[in-house]
């Protein structure tokens, strides 16, 4: 059942107990708002970033957001290897008309070394100058300025990579930046979004439980692990004022009675000897969390990469650790079902045939987060996930391999800056006929994207699922 008509859902309304209604708070996204992810190495990782594109779709799956990633490797205020600022915004930033700019730089500007004022100077001019740019071409576009990820000092002795007999710790560096950052937020009424503080508190409470998983999330000390990615989303989607509840139900059981429902339409409930079913049209999708059930590599192939196909008899120890001390399920992802008064003691929950686990009717009682556990909601849900990441692979390939190479800025990179001699023969400023197959190209990588986004959009769209509570005799 693909659609449901407008009559058909005052039907289940009518007949059934519930609702489905957004969330009491306004979630800072709009209907129609273009999002551009804009940062460096961490950005272009694509982990957080399609995190919190899935959480959007799989949450809000009738709000209309688009989403464009661009970030780039090594990028500072003032660019880097993909060119210098004022290009980095005409090429990746401008042409997609973005109200809404996620802004995450710092960690490169910083330099890798103990604090130099020279150095804070540039970053200081330079995001100035960045956003009199935003705002000059996009007069209407909102800001969310982020603060730096942490250098890993935690599950490590502290240090500089690039300053080796240095005291001190470049993480405090980075904290230094990002108060600058708050600053200026509160000045020119920016969003502010702090990445730092969330993953160091992570990083002390799992350095507690277990070092060598601990040091797992930010692997190499600089780019956090696609686990480490989940407490980036969590804040700014929080930060954002996203819900925690994906669905709630309450069922009495005694007298079949269905109490307070949130999002969701709750119909046809009966009691057949003893078993309890009845059907339930939700207006949201549980969170699918990308590295749970798989290990993603730090950064994907520089290709059409697909999203992997969950193993859930996997659980992959770092991301569980991270789930478990950034509460993720409490902040983010809570799908409830409560039954009380059941008779007998133990029970079987199957959705749509398929059996989800064996719950005492105690658990039942005190609530089951269904979130937790393989739903046929869960498997449509990680196929959002994958058509969300795919759907920035099409986009990262044209760009990042036709685009920026076939340009004539793809330089040979070193850390700080890109020499000056381009490795690839044509140059699409001075060749009209080069320049215009690039953009054909790169119009076709575009249709591409807009169909998967399509198809991205239509898989996330809730449908009707039937459960049952089986008692069980032993």
């Known amino acids: 059942m693909k659609n449901i008509s407008g009559l058909a859902m005052l039907m289940l309304v009518i007949l059934g107990v519930g609702r489905i209604a957004p969330a009491a708070n306004p979630f800072f996204l709009k209907n129609g708002d273009r999002v551009c992810f804009y940062g460096y190495s961490i950005t272009a990782q694509r982990y957080y970033t399609t995190d919190v594109e899935t959480y959007i779709l799989t949450h809000y799956p009738k709000l209309k957001v688009k ?110 930046y990002g108060q600058y950052n708050q600053q200026l937020a509160k000045r020119d009424h920016l969003f502010l979004v702090d990445f730092n503080a969330p993953l160091v508190a992570v990083l002390k409470k799992a350095v507690k439980v277990n ?63 003893g078993t ?19 290990k993603w590599p730090l950064f994907a192939p520089q290709r059409l990469w697909p999203a992997r196909t969950p193993n859930y008899k996997y659980t992959n120890p770092v991301t569980a650790l991270v789930i478990k001390e950034c509460g993720f399920y409490h902040a983010l992802d809570r799908e409830t079902l409560r039954v009380t008064h059941l008779s007998a003691p133990k029970y079987q929950l199957r959705i749509d045939g398929r059996a989800v686990g064996m719950f005492s009717s105690t658990d039942l009682a005190h609530g089951i987060n269904l979130a937790r556990f393989v739903t046929p909601m869960m498997t449509q849900a990680y196929r959002v996930l994958a058509l969300a990441w795919q759907r920035t692979e099409v986009r990262f390939t044209g760009w990042q391999q036709v685009q920026l190479p076939m340009a004539n800025i793809f330089h040979r990179p070193t850390f700080f800056h890109a020499p000056r001699g381009p490795i690839f023969p044509v140059d699409t400023q001075s060749n009209p006929a080069a320049h215009a197959a690039v953009q054909k190209i790169m119009r076709g990588f575009s249709a591409l994207e807009r169909v998967v986004a399509h198809v991205e959009r239509q898989a996330a769209q809730p449908v009707p699922h039937h459960y049952t509570l089986v008692p069980m005799n032993s």
């Not at 309890?276 to 699918?288: A, H, K, N, T």
């Open 276 to 294: 309890l079913s009845w059907r339930q049209l939700d207006g949201s999708l549980p969170m699918p969390i990308m590295s749970l059930h798989d």
């Open 67 to 176: 989403f464009v990633n661009s970030g780039i490797g090594g990028d500072r205020v003032t660019g880097g290897w993909a060119g210098p600022i004022d290009l980095r915004l005409k090429r990746d930033v401008f042409p997609f008309k973005p109200n809404v700019i996620v802004y995450l730089l710092g960690q490169n500007d910083a330099g890798y070394k103990p604090y130099s004022k020279p150095t804070f100077d540039i970053y200081r001019r330079g995001l100035a100058h960045i956003l009199r740019s935003l705002r000059s071409h996009l007069p209407n576009v909102r800001i969310v300025l982020i603060n730096s990820t942490p250098w890993d000092d935690f599950t490590h002795s502290p240090g500089f990579m690039l300053d080796r007999k240095a005291k001190g710790s470049y993480n405090d560096v980075l904290i230094r």
């Open 211 to 273: 070092l060598k998983l601990a040091r797992m999330i930010i692997p190499g000390r600089i780019h956090p692990s696609a686990a480490g990615h989940l407490v980036m989303a969590q804040t700014l989607l929080k930060a954002w004022g996203a819900p925690a509840t994906v669905t709630s139900v309450g069922i009495n059981a005694a007298d079949k009675h269905v109490g307070k429902s949130v999002n969701t339409t709750v119909s046809a409930l009966a009691d057949t000897r």
